[in-house]
């Protein structure tokens, strides 16, 4: 068995086209058909405003699975500690051997998450899109803008999070990297001239909604990943010309598809991203198509980045 740090993960493993396909093929497999994936072990704690949530996946031919254990505890920043925090366990396909510990304490679930944003983006935003809202001023707004270059060439961001300070620094990094960025006070004034719109808060209350978006907009929303959890107001699904999430099954239970599942099945037709892939299917037929893709983060996107970072690693050593 081995066993790997965070350090060691973070030389080997960034964000990069090689990871994008990588975590862009376990969808595919996920669409496909091939993957065996059980829902996801989620628990709170809610005195210390924590979650845990534990994900595994099989992709079938795979060398190897992963089980992943995610700490969420996001009142620390206030402790200066990061909010996100775990680990991988990586256990042989043929033997149910561990094979490695990834004690990346989060790091690879960052990375795979922010693919999975551009990974959507790419998919259903327009080829044109140059102009990025993001709504959040975390970790995951600035892996989301950084992987979202690696399809999409981004020219502006504008930025909106509840305290405007952190909005504020957060831009300022953004100039830093090359980038046009402003804060706005409000979430209006971010998205007003969007292409592409981003959500990456644990809000358990809507913060977008339809009135607030310009046509042939894209919204990724990546924020609601347990139940109670929501971003999107129900009339931005109802605005949607597609809705697409990465399993229906975890947007019903822990994603954007929760208040209306409440209310009856949802009124509209809603896709898998791996199907997306998979199939090849264009699911915008005008500019002025509004699309919104829910991520709620999947097993199969745990392993695909457990066997990457593995082979990374390897290569590393040799």
Same mark, same amino acid.
């Given at each position: 068995?081995?066993?790997?740090?965070?350090?060691?993960?973070?030389?080997?493993?960034?964000?990069?086209?090689?990871?994008?396909?990588?975590?862009?093929?376990?969808?595919?497999?996920?669409?496909?058909?091939?993957?065996?994936?059980?829902?996801?072990?989620?628990?709170?704690?809610?005195?210390?405003?924590?979650?845990?949530?534990?994900?595994?996946?099989?992709?079938?031919?795979?060398?190897?699975?992963?089980?992943?254990?995610?700490?969420?505890?996001?009142?620390?920043?206030?402790?200066?500690?990061?909010?996100?925090?775990?680990?991988?366990?990586?256990?042989?396909?043929?033997?149910?051997?561990?094979?490695?510990?990834?004690?990346?304490?989060?790091?690879?679930?960052?990375?795979?998450?922010?693919?999975?944003?551009?990974?959507?983006?790419?998919?259903?935003?327009?080829?044109?899109?140059?102009?990025?809202? @993001?709504?959040?001023?975390?970790? !995951?707004? =600035?892996?989301?803008?950084?992987?979202?270059? $690696? #399809?999409?060439?981004? *020219?502006?961001?504008?930025?909106?999070?509840?305290?405007?300070?952190?909005?504020?620094?957060?831009?300022?990094?953004?100039?830093?990297?090359?980038?046009?960025?402003?804060?706005?006070?409000?979430?209006?004034?971010?998205?007003?001239?969007?292409?592409?719109?981003?959500?990456?808060?644990?809000?358990?209350?809507?913060?977008?909604?339809?009135?607030?978006?310009?046509?042939?907009?894209?919204?990724?929303?990546?924020?609601?990943?347990?139940?109670?959890?929501?971003?999107?107001?129900?009339?931005?699904?109802?605005?949607?010309?597609?809705? @697409?999430?990465?399993?229906?099954? !975890?947007? =019903?239970?822990?994603?954007?598809?929760?208040? $209306? #599942?409440?209310?009856? *099945?949802?009124?509209?037709?809603?896709?898998?991203?791996?199907?997306?892939?998979?199939?090849?299917?264009?699911?915008?037929?005008?500019?002025?198509?509004?699309?919104?893709?829910?991520?709620?983060?999947?097993?199969?996107?745990?392993?695909?980045?457990?066997?990457?970072?593995?082979?990374?690693?390897?290569?590393?050593?040799?």
């Amino acid at each position: 068995m081995q066993l790997f740090y965070r350090d060691a993960i973070r030389q080997a493993v960034g964000l990069d086209h090689e990871a994008l396909a990588a975590v862009e093929a376990g969808f595919a497999a996920l669409g496909r058909g091939e993957v065996v994936q059980p829902p996801i072990l989620s628990m709170a704690i809610e005195e210390a405003n924590g979650e845990v949530d534990v994900k595994t996946a099989h992709i079938r031919g795979a060398p190897r699975f992963a089980i992943k254990v995610s700490p969420g505890f996001f009142d620390n920043p206030r402790l200066g500690l990061p909010s996100l925090n775990g680990l991988m366990l990586v256990f042989s396909a043929r033997t149910g051997l561990v094979e490695a510990v990834l004690f990346d304490e989060g790091y690879l679930t960052a990375v795979r998450t922010a693919l999975a944003g551009a990974i959507a983006a790419k998919h259903l935003s327009r080829p044109d899109s140059r102009r990025v809202a @993001v709504l959040g001023a975390g970790e !995951q707004a =600035e892996l989301q803008v950084q992987a979202l270059r $690696l #399809v999409r060439e981004v *020219e502006r961001v504008d930025v909106w999070a509840r305290r405007h300070e952190a909005a504020q620094a957060y831009a300022r990094r953004l100039e830093d990297q090359g980038l046009k960025a402003r804060a706005h006070d409000s979430v209006a004034s971010a998205c007003t001239s969007a292409d592409i719109v981003i959500t990456t808060t644990p809000s358990r209350s809507p913060i977008l909604h339809s009135g607030e978006l310009p046509e042939g907009v894209h919204i990724t929303a990546m924020g609601s990943d347990s139940p109670g959890k929501r971003e999107l107001d129900e009339s931005v699904l109802h605005l949607a010309s597609a809705f @697409v999430c990465d399993t229906r099954a !975890q947007s =019903e239970t822990n994603g954007e598809l929760q208040a $209306l #599942v409440a209310k009856g *099945e949802p009124p509209f037709s809603v896709y898998e991203l791996g199907r997306v892939i998979a199939e090849g299917w264009q699911l915008r037929s005008s500019p002025r198509d509004i699309t919104v893709c829910d991520l709620t983060g999947t097993g199969v996107q745990d392993t695909a980045i457990a066997n990457f970072a593995l082979e990374r690693l390897a290569r590393v050593g040799d």
